[in-house]
């Protein structure tokens, strides 16, 4: 699940994204521009055209000018009536201020190009009452950073009215935690205006200086003025540091406040905030309820996850009613409040997948169905997963009457709906098997017949001839797992199905149920060897059992060289996995069969097979060894990868290197496909195929 509070609404605190570098300057004039030398003289008559776009191409050039004599003009430039010209004279400033040596330097001791611009500045501010100079010198102070900072306060406890609040301003854009103390001096001042300046200044330097100003936030969540209540929780959202619950519950009753507090309470760490949280679901609503769900979604992600579930069960029920309500209020469906996701900040689909996997957690009634609803709708189908497995058994009833709509001959009455119905199927079957488990670990075991299991493994098996593709592989995939020994013939008749995934899910299916019934699945295998349309099916049972009788080996053996693709494959495969070493023969010819996939599976044994001798000498492991160096002479990265995967040691085995080597190197030209190696062996397989 996404976390709950990306967006913070309308008072967002300072966020660590937000402390990255001043903002770049625009492209609307070319970096040409701004670089190409002027006398200092044009600038000054391009400052007094009348025409507001010279006036910006003059003031772009100012930044490569010589600060001394290019203050007069940047402060006209900063006073220009058109905020383009200002703004282009605050990227000059800044230009200015890093491009300048720092003092001490080259220059000696003269004043630092920060150090001339703070003094200019100031002393344009206490002069004019241009409101456009006084912004434009705010942002220029806040470029200097902490050259400015030492002025800036001498200023603060000299200037009047307006202009200290400016002055507070700049002190927050410097982004000097030097400047902190005097921004908490001024919290003591009188002026509400001032006050408030001094706590944004002081929240938005939360990711520079955190330990201090946590602190004086937390100290100012008892302020007499709400606005500064307001920013000062803010800024501790921002900053992600919990705010003690005995807090919290005198704020979060203030129609300002609440939003800031609910955001506040999802970071709490005491078990008394989803309490709380919890039973104001029951009368919140629109924007309340919605950030109420959010701050209950975001404790479920932490430590207090189980004081959410408790306290969501211990609610009145109206709550739980109202979260399946409000997970079941599709855009457009004109349903009732609560809730209203049109709120502030609020996205509609994030707000349902929250409430309604809250209304899994409080088991409300109605849960169930909401779930299964949402499995419909695309972007809900994840949480829609998790809420049927916080329900678990509950959710049975709901999946099962969805299944019996959907699960029918007739396309048109799923058709759009089978990713659905697929994935509800996979989901019964995980609640099934859990119930399973449970049941096994219980004293006393529960009964053995239970009518709802009964009745899924019915659905699963219907939905094994359904035309849709995704939804019989899901119940063959649901047959592996809850099936029974009657499930035997109707998986095998799939293993042939017309459909390459359903087939394969078939073969998957029936390699499950082998392993799960082992005495069936052996008196299976004798008649499914008898048919050649059976092959395939009859060697994945032996596989899956792991052990053979010398009949079923010479099945296997002969299965391996003739009849379909599949067949083939699976017969590889079996061989090895029953009669070990014995089945290097047959894995011989099989590497150099004309199918590339009976290849691959030869290759992935014998890989298998070879790790299976690693502890042991003689004369199989010799025999494994030169077979693999003829998978790693083959050129055939996909036949190598195979057998590597299988658990050849292409790399890991020191003694590989050397015969590897040995045995890849290249044949001679002249001898032609009878060539031999080093090591004796023919220069390919037994069929003289390049593998």
């Given amino acids: 699940m996404s976390r709950a509070f990306d967006d913070l609404g309308p008072y967002g605190g300072p966020r660590v994204s937000d402390a990255g570098p001043w903002p770049t300057e625009p492209e609307s004039v070319a970096p040409s521009v701004r670089s190409t030398p002027m006398p200092i003289a044009a600038i000054a008559a391009a400052l007094a055209a009348d025409d507001a776009e010279e006036r910006r191409q003059a003031a772009a050039r100012l930044g490569r000018a010589d600060v001394t004599e290019a203050l007069p003009l940047l402060l006209r430039a900063l006073g220009d009536p058109d905020w383009r010209v200002r703004k282009e004279a605050t990227y000059a400033c800044h230009r200015l201020i890093q491009a300048a040596p720092p003092p001490g330097g080259a220059e000696g001791e003269r004043p630092s190009a920060a150090q001339l611009l703070v003094g200019a500045v100031l002393g344009a501010l206490r002069e004019s009452d241009d409101v456009g100079l006084r912004n434009a010198a705010i942002e220029v102070l806040g470029y200097c950073g902490g050259d400015a900072t030492p002025a800036l306060v001498a200023a603060l406890g000299e200037l009047t009215g307006d202009e200290r609040k400016l002055v507070v301003d700049a002190l927050g854009r410097t982004r000097d935690p030097a400047a ?25 330097m939360g990711l520079i200086a955190r330990e201090r100003v946590t602190d004086i936030l937390y100290e100012r969540l008892g302020d007499r003025d709400r606005f500064v209540r307001l920013t000062a929780l803010n800024g501790l959202n921002g900053l992600e540091a919990p705010v003690p619950w005995r807090v919290l ?17 999802a970071l709490a760490e005491s078990p008394e905030a989803p309490r709380a949280l919890s ?73 349902r997948a929250q409430a309604l996997l809250l209304a899994a957690m409080a088991r409300a009634p109605g849960a169930a169905d909401a779930a299964v609803q949402a499995m419909i709708e695309p972007a809900l189908v994840e949480t829609a997963q998790r809420a049927l497995g916080q329900l678990g058994g509950e959710a049975l009833p709901a999946v099962l009457a969805y299944l019996d709509r959907h699960i029918d001959p007739d396309p048109d009455l799923w058709e759009g709906l089978d990713d659905a119905t697929a994935a509800l199927i996979d989901g019964a079957v995980a609640i099934a098997e859990q119930r399973g488990r449970e049941g096994a670990l219980a004293h006393p075991p529960p009964p053995a017949a239970d009518p709802t299991l009964d009745e899924l493994l019915g659905a699963v098996r219907r ?33 042939r199905a017309i459909s390459l995934p359903v087939a394969r899910a078939a073969e998957c299916a029936l390699a499950g149920l082998s392993e799960r019934y082992p005495e069936p699945a052996r008196a299976l295998a004798r008649p499914l060897m008898q048919a050649e349309e059976t092959h395939l099916a009859a060697a994945i049972v032996i596989e899956a059992l792991g052990t053979a009788d010398p009949e079923e080996i010479a099945f296997l053996t002969s299965a391996a060289s003739v009849g379909d693709v599949r067949a083939r494959r699976a ?36 890989g298998r097979l070879y790790a299976s001798l690693a502890d042991r000498a003689g004369d199989e492991r010799t025999r494994a060894r030169e077979l693999l160096g003829l998978v790693r002479a083959s050129g055939e990265p996909e036949l190598v990868s195979a057998a590597a995967q299988g658990g050849a040691p292409f790399r890991s085995d020191p003694p590989w290197g050397e015969a590897g080597d040995r045995m890849g190197a290249p044949a001679s030209m002249e001898g032609g496909e009878g060539s031999t190696s080093p090591s004796g062996m023919s220069g390919g397989p037994p069929s003289g195929k390049v593998l």
């Fill in 463 to 495: 939905s094994v001839k359904s035309p849709s593709t995704l939804v019989a592989t899901s119940a063959l995939y649901g047959l592996a797992k809850i099936g029974t020994a009657d499930d035997f013939s109707r998986v095998v008749s799939q293993t």
């Fill in 279 to 351: 039973a104001a679901l029951a009368t919140a609503r629109g924007g309340a309820f919605a950030q109420l769900v959010r701050a209950l979604a975001r404790l479920v992600e932490g430590p207090l996850a189980s004081h959410v579930v408790d306290a969501l069960r211990a609610a009145p029920q109206e709550v739980g009613a109202r979260l399946v309500q409000a997970a079941s209020a599709a855009p457009g469906s004109g349903g009732a409040e609560p809730p209203s996701w049109r709120g502030v900040g609020v996205d509609p689909v994030s707000g």
């Fill in 180 to 204: 902190l103390d005097a921004l908490y001096a001024a919290l003591a001042e009188k002026d509400d205006n001032l006050r408030q300046s001094a706590i944004e200044a002081i929240a938005g």
């Fill in 249 to 265: 519950s005198l704020l979060i009753d203030d129609p300002i406040l609440r939003s800031a507090a609910l955001v506040a309470a």
């Fill in 571 to 606: 017969a590889v495969t079996a061989i090895a996995a029953a009669a070990g070493v014995s089945a290097l023969e047959v894995l011989s010819l099989s590497l150099a069969d004309e199918e590339r996939e009976v290849r691959l599976a030869a290759a992935r044994a014998l």
